[in-house]
């Protein structure tokens, strides 16, 4: 499957895939998300960087860049990004597209 068709997908359940992040937060960790005000903006730029064609170089990857400033312990943001990866892939093979 093409970067780009994984990007439309993430488009189209970015809010089953937040939710499915919140709730994977609740369940392991507990507390107020430190990332619950930038997961919709992660997700889309997420879809927006796989969904592009045209790299600015040859052999250039597409990157995108979200700053999200936290004031959560370093330890907790990564393990709320990688619970944010998990539901991301949970969420495209529930819907039998991984």
Same mark, same amino acid.
């Given at each position: 499957?093409?970067?780009?068709?994984v *990007?439309?997908?993430?488009?189209?359940?970015? *809010?089953? %895939?937040?939710?499915?992040w919140k709730?994977?937060?609740?369940?392991?960790?507990? *507390?107020? @998300?430190?990332?619950?005000?930038?997961? *919709?903006?992660?997700? =889309?730029?997420?879809?927006?960087?796989?969904?592009?064609?045209?790299?600015?170089?040859?052999?250039?990857? @597409?990157?995108s860049?979200?700053?999200?400033?936290?004031?959560?312990? @370093?330890?907790?943001?990564? =393990?709320?990004?990688?619970?944010?990866? =998990?539901a991301?892939?949970?969420?495209?093979?529930?819907a039998?597209? %991984?």
């Open positions: 499957m093409r970067a780009a068709a *990007g439309l997908l993430i488009e189209e359940q970015r *809010g089953e %895939v937040a939710e499915a709730r994977a937060v609740e369940r392991e960790l507990g *507390g107020e @998300p430190a990332l619950g005000f930038a997961v *919709g903006s992660l997700l =889309r730029e997420m879809s927006l960087a796989l969904r592009s064609d045209t790299p600015s170089a040859p052999d250039a990857a @597409p990157r860049i979200v700053l999200v400033r936290s004031a959560a312990a @370093p330890a907790r943001v990564a =393990r709320e990004f990688k619970l944010l990866h =998990r991301v892939w949970e969420s495209l093979r529930a039998g597209h %991984v």
